[in-house]
């Protein structure tokens, strides 16, 4: 779970929500004044598609979402049904998303009115409703593709400002960070659906396939998606295979079973304190799990009378293990952190940042919970100021030890 | 020097050449002499389609299984097959045969081009395509009155055109599907393995490819008469998100595949195994498996297994000398099997690969006579493994057949009569149950 921090509470939410419904009714009336709606076979097989789009689930690879079949329909649905009515649309839409009824309404609202002044930005660019009585390619291009470009510029950063304001009011995440987040992660994506949606415009109307037309274009779409769940999956089997990787080390020292793990949340946690780039705070991790993983070179007999905790410098196992992952391309960012974590950095430069980082947390967890052979372990007060009595770990690595250490009470409950 | 193209090795190739041979000559006999006003008269549209045929072509998928296809140059040429009216350009009414010839000027240039780079052309899948291409021609453009045909009713504006479009995509599907079926009645000779386990898995590892392909040549005929030439471009572009979809999905199980190889190095860094042992194992099961028609998916667990099969050896404190597990006593080969398979479990995902590991030990003669269900993986593994302990890697001719002949001796008994069956086979042609013919071809 990300750290939430303090938003404006319920009522400012609540406020916000109350604002984005009024706006997206004031658009769909102005929308009904400039082109009404027209009931038909067309209108209800948008809704259709677009309840069908929703419905289908989406698939996440990291933190993005790599394909939303409904902003490809909503798109569509602004040349081929109106501007009024894709506000209607997105309303009938919007609350099949979301959990909590704010949420539902929120959608709702958000879908109306992004898909509604993506309908007028097509309008106001020059498209035409009526696709079908453009002749030539040239006017196909003026009046069909570069509006349906700028409609799909307008619905994206529309849709980007509404969602970050809603989270900004309710968890306080900044809103131009949020914004960049969110039209870095659907840039060219977005591009491409526009493409799409323009493909399934022209079968639809000029073409004269109707609603078939969006069985053809969305083919490839379903082979997409399925490669990028099949992606999500291998994604995670790597992840897994990675505990395999840490179960072998655990299985030649079983002394050390759950010291990976502890290592690499508490890395992580301390790269995050410290501001590091959400991928160098992936690699400390990642490093902080697999910086063992060269004592599988030793014989086991020396790996089970191992003392670690001290500051010994010179053991030549953390080279092993970079030198056997060294040729995954994916571990590249965290092989510094594994060949380096135990001995004395000389610098304390910001490259050098995750390499500390996994020392510290290696040496916490070493003197706290797994001890030397045959001595008890340090209690945390002791450990802490063992740890700050070494000189290379400068004061800023020990506050963010601190605030890793009170993120997981859980792990302290333990000790 | 290569020859230009790589001769086939084998009959079935040889006739899939000859029939796309027959393709494009019947298509040079029935309508060469129009050639020249064919050019002259489509000039742009011919360019453009023969170019993104080749370029479709040089920009191939390879599979997770080391299968090759190309999905934007299918679909190119399915296009091809279909294309009528163009807005702004004269309408494509061609001959099938000539169909045949624009696709296949388009897999010339592209064989060109790879040969130029010291590539493999690979003839055989070549003319496949061109195969396919003759059929859905043939049924689109030939079927029927001359105006009756399903080209025909495209340019009819009574006909509905979501038919005509089913109607397409349907011929899409027996097109693609003459080609896939080809292609893997090639592979199985190449490989020597069951005929209906290459088509099951080309068609099965395809399908979803397959799928975008055959809708993208019946999209770029119904988008041509309003956009006109832009259609071939514009029609491309939901293809190409897919693939580049699949790609990274295939680059990333190589990656899991390198992960697992690293896996496998903990013993031979550890001084536990010899370098090597667990890769030729895993290939070794691999050809056995294919002979033996494993599919993919079990083909990728028993990849797995058998690098994986020596990891329990890890935390041993006594090295068996040399790692060779076939030579240590049975109760310890048990021990570090089922060390092994505890290890692995940690991973959900890789239940069935710990299962493999697990029983990779257990002799067949309890599968026979008690019944002990003892998976096919783990008796492949278990000989693969014995032989590769017996010749350590080596290939020299007088360790081999010492190796085959213990083997033998165990047969039944020991393993799996079907397995050694196979292994001798995969051990006397080293061409039997590979996929990977880029090895030996020139680069």
């Known amino acids: 779970m990300r750290n939430r921090r303090e938003g404006g509470g319920a009522s400012a939410t609540t406020f916000y929500l109350a604002v984005v419904v009024v706006a997206a009714v004031v658009l769909a009336a102005v929308a009904t004044r400039v082109r009404p709606i027209s009931a038909g076979p067309d209108l209800i097989a948008v809704l259709a598609l677009a309840l069908l789009a929703v419905a289908y689930p989406r698939v996440v690879v990291g933190d993005r979402v790599q394909l939303a079949i409904s902003s490809i329909v909503m798109l569509a649905a602004q040349a081929v049904v109106g501007p009024a009515a894709v506000a209607l649309v997105g309303a009938v839409v919007g609350p099949f998303q979301g959990s909590t009824w704010q949420g539902r309404v929120f959608n709702s609202a958000q879908f109306s009115f992004f898909g509604c002044l993506g309908g007028l930005a097509f309008l106001g660019a020059g498209g035409s409703l009526d696709p079908a009585d453009l002749s030539g390619v040239g006017a196909v291009v003026v009046h069909l593709a570069i509006p349906m470009i700028v409609a799909d510029v307008v619905q994206v950063l529309a849709n980007a400002v509404l969602l970050s304001g809603m989270l900004r009011v309710a968890m306080g995440i900044p809103v131009r960070l949020q914004i960049g987040l969110l039209l870095r992660s659907t840039g060219a994506a977005a591009l491409g659906y526009g493409v799409i949606a323009f493909i399934l415009v022209v079968l639809w109307i000029p073409a004269q396939l109707g609603p078939f037309a969006a069985l053809m274009v969305l083919a490839p779409l379903l082979v997409a998606h399925w490669a990028y769940s099949q992606h999500a999956e291998e994604v995670q089997g790597q992840q897994r295979v990675l505990e395999v990787l840490v179960a072998a080390v655990e299985a030649k020292a079983p002394h050390l079973v759950g010291h990976s793990a502890r290592v690499a949340e508490l890395s992580g946690h301390m790269a995050e304190r410290l501001g590091l780039t959400p991928q160098q705070v992936a690699d400390t991790r990642m490093a902080g799990m697999l910086h063992d993983v060269g004592q599988t070179s030793l014989p086991t007999r020396v790996v089970r009378e191992l003392d670690l905790t001290g500051s010994v410098i010179g053991a030549d196992y953390p080279a092993a293990g970079a030198d056997l992952l060294g040729d995954l391309t994916f571990l590249h960012g965290a092989l510094a952190p594994i060949r380096d974590h135990r001995t004395t950095p000389t610098t304390t430069s910001e490259d050098s940042l995750p390499t500390r980082i996994v020392a510290v947390a290696d040496s916490w967890d070493l003197l706290t919970q797994v001890g030397a052979p045959g001595q008890r372990l340090h209690a945390p007060a002791e450990a802490r100021e063992a740890l700050a009595a070494r000189p290379s770990i400068g004061d800023d690595l020990l506050r963010a030890l601190d605030h890793a250490l009170s993120r997981n009470p859980a792990d302290e409950a333990v000790s | ?443």
């Open chain 2, 1 to 443: 020097m290569t020859p230009f193209v790589r001769r086939p090795q084998a009959l079935g190739s040889w006739a899939v050449v000859l029939v796309g041979v027959l393709a494009v000559t019947t298509g040079l006999l029935g309508a060469g002499n129009l050639l020249p006003t064919l050019v002259r008269t489509h000039g742009h549209t011919l360019l453009l389609v023969v170019a993104i045929v080749a370029v479709g072509e040089l920009l191939r998928i390879r599979m997770p299984s080391g299968r090759e296809t190309a999905p934007l140059s299918s679909a190119a040429a399915l296009a091809v097959v279909f294309l009528g009216r163009i807005q702004g350009e004269p309408t494509f009414a061609l001959e099938s045969g000539l169909v045949v010839l624009v696709v296949a000027a388009g897999l010339a240039g592209a064989a060109v081009v790879r040969r130029l780079r010291h590539e493999r052309v690979g003839a055989p899948a070549l003319a496949a395509r061109v195969v396919g291409v003759w059929v859905a021609a043939g049924l689109a453009r030939g079927l029927g009155p001359s105006d009756g045909t399903l080209w025909a009713a495209q340019l009819d504006s009574t006909a509905s055109q979501a038919l005509v479009a089913l109607g397409m995509v349907a011929v899409a599907v027996v097109g693609l599907l003459t080609e896939l079926v080809l292609v893997a009645g090639i592979r199985a000779e190449q490989q020597r393995t069951p005929w209906l386990a290459a088509v099951r898995d080309e068609v099965g590892e395809a399908a979803p490819l397959t799928l975008a392909v055959v809708v993208t040549g019946p999209m770029v005929a119904l988008l041509a008469p309003v956009l006109g030439l832009l259609s071939l471009p514009v029609a491309l572009v939901p293809l190409a998100m897919a693939y580049s979809a699949v790609r990274q999905y295939a680059r990333n199980r190589e990656t899991n595949r390198q992960l697992i190889g690293t896996l496998s190095h903990l013993t031979e860094h550890g001084g536990y195994t010899p370098v090597h042992h667990a890769e030729r194992v895993a290939e070794l099961s691999l050809r056995v498996g294919r002979v033996l028609g494993l599919g993919d998916r079990q083909l990728r667990s028993l990849e797995y297994a058998a690098l994986l099969h020596d990891l329990g050896q890890i935390s041993l404190l006594d090295p068996i000398p040399d790692g060779a597990t076939v030579l240590a006593a049975p109760a310890d080969q048990r021990d570090i099997a089922e060390e092994g398979a505890r290890i692995i479990r940690r991973a959900e995902t890789l239940d069935d690969v710990a299962r493999f590991v697990e029983t990779q030990t257990t002799a067949y003669r309890l599968v026979r006579e008690l019944g002990e269900p003892v998976p096919l993986e783990s008796r492949i593994i278990k000989c693969a493994n014995a032989f590769d302990d017996l010749t350590s890697g080596s290939s020299d001719p007088v360790l081999v057949n010492a190796a085959m002949e213990r083997i033998h001796l165990g047969l039944g008994y020991e393993y799996d009569p079907d397995v050694v069956d196979a292994l001798t086979r995969v051990v006397e042609d080293a061409t039997v149950g590979r996929v990977d013919d880029r090895s030996s071809a020139a680069r």
